[in-house]
Structure formats: structure tokens, C-alpha cells
T-cell receptor
Framework: DTGVSQDPRHKITKRGQNVTFRCDPISEHNRLYWYRQTLGQGPEFLTYFQNEAQLEKSRLLSDRFSAERPKGSFSTLEIQRTEQGDSAMYLCASSLGDRGTEKLFFGSGTQLSVL | GENVEQHPSTLSVQEGDSAVIKCTYSDSASNYFPWYKQELGKRPQLIID?????GEKKDQRIAVTLNKTAKHFSLHITETQPEDSAVYFC????????????FGTGTRLQVTL
């Protein structure tokens, strides 16, 4: 599968624990996005990278959330001191950021359950 | 920022009938409008998109129309089949200034036999 891959697919954790998710974008894509999706809602934007630079963060992204893309390839999203309200599907997406090419391709997501 | 509203939230049609899902957006500068299909437990998949320089785009049984003046766009699925059952999301973006897609809340389409 040469699409966007995410790991793990599912994560169950206790409140207060830290969790880290990984995303591997499509290899030639220079833009990488993190979205969060709760049941019955559309994906909500969290943050965005162009190559290794984090260019935008949503107000949804509290200081407990941090994302990195150290070499402009894979990305990690860490949530510290998890809360029950963090339970959601965390989706990664990538795109080739050339003019006129805006198509976003999503991974299968990481389903987080905070007990 | 951009706000996208989508309706209906649920839609049930009989196999072979047409389905229409409508979205409105708030930012008149938005110029790119994709539609995603998400089956249960799977990733959202891009099924069709349209840019603001065209009013309609068709791909087999799927078509999207855009009315820039009214700031709304619609997804049309003809001759629906059971495998069309899924949640459909519309989205909007200003590709010149905005990096992110803003999504609607989704429409759950159920195609019954």
C-alpha cells in the first residue's frame, strides 16, 4: 500500500498518560496534515506541515498536543496528560503542495480511547 | 475563518434513485470544493472535486455543481447502488491563502434494496 499509513490503528490509554501517534505520508508529498474526527462529525483541522516546518496550528490544539515532522517525511503527534475528551479518531493526510494540486489523501487513522 | 454547513444529515433512498447532498460555505474567497466518502471504519476517500472556475463536473454516476453567487455546492449521485451507502463530507478551501480544508458535518446515505 503506497498511501498514507498511520500507526497504531487503535490506542487505549488511561487518563493522564501520554500517547504518540505516527504518520507516514505518500512519499513525494511535501504537505502533511493532522485532523481529529469525533463520531458524527467531519474532520477538524489540528495542524499542518510543509516539509519540516509547522506552518499552522488550530486553536483546538492545546499545549498538551505537540506535532513534529523532523526530516520532512514522517510525522508524530503526541498528546500529554490525556483527558477523556481527547477520545477521537486522529487522521493524517498528505498532499503535493504544487499550485493547482490540492488533493488531500487520508490515512486510516488512529482511534484513541481514553478511559 | 471558513464555515461549511451540510444537509441533510441523513438520507435514505431506494436503489436506483438519485441522491442529492447540499453544502453552503461562508468565505467567498474559497475556490476548491472536494467531496469525500467515508465507509464505516475506513479512511475518507476523495470521490470528486471542483474548482471555482467551473460550474459543474461529472464523473460517471457522480456530479458536483457549484453556485459561487449563492455560495453553495451540491453532490448528485444517480442510479444509486447499495455500495454507495456511506457518510459523505463536503469541504471548502481558499487555495491561495488557506492551508486547510474545512469540512461539513457529513451526510449518512443509506441505499435500500
Amino acid at each position: 500500500d503506497t498511501g498514507v499509513s498511520q500507526d497504531p490503528r487503535h490506542k487505549i490509554t488511561k487518563r493522564g498518560q501520554n500517547v504518540t501517534f505516527r504518520c507516514d505520508p505518500i512519499s513525494e508529498h511535501n504537505r502533511l496534515y493532522w485532523y481529529r474526527q469525533t463520531l458524527g462529525q467531519g474532520p477538524e483541522f489540528l495542524t499542518y506541515f510543509q516539509n519540516e516546518a509547522q506552518l499552522e496550528k488550530s486553536r483546538l490544539l492545546s499545549d498538551r498536543f505537540s506535532a513534529e515532522r523532523p526530516k520532512g517525511s514522517f510525522s508524530t503527534l503526541e498528546i500529554q496528560r490525556t483527558e477523556q475528551g481527547d477520545s477521537a479518531m486522529y487522521l493524517c493526510a498528505s498532499s503535493l503542495g504544487d499550485r493547482g494540486t490540492e488533493k488531500l489523501f487520508f490515512g486510516s487513522g488512529t482511534q484513541l480511547s481514553v478511559l | 475563518g471558513e464555515n461549511v454547513e451540510q444537509h441533510p444529515s441523513t438520507l435514505s433512498v431506494q436503489e436506483g434513485d438519485s441522491a442529492v447532498i447540499k453544502c453552503t460555505y461562508s468565505d467567498s474567497a474559497s475556490n476548491y470544493f472536494p467531496w469525500y466518502k467515508q465507509e464505516l471504519g475506513k479512511r475518507p476517500q476523495l470521490i470528486i472535486d471542483i474548482r471555482s472556475n467551473v460550474g459543474e463536473k461529472k464523473d460517471q454516476r457522480i456530479a458536483v455543481t457549484l453556485n459561487k453567487t449563492a455560495k453553495h455546492f451540491s453532490l448528485h449521485i444517480t442510479e444509486t447502488q447499495p455500495e454507495d451507502s456511506a457518510v459523505y463530507f463536503c469541504a471548502a478551501r481558499n487555495t491561495g491563502t488557506a492551508s486547510k480544508l474545512t469540512f461539513g458535518t457529513g451526510t449518512r446515505l443509506q441505499v435500500t434494496l
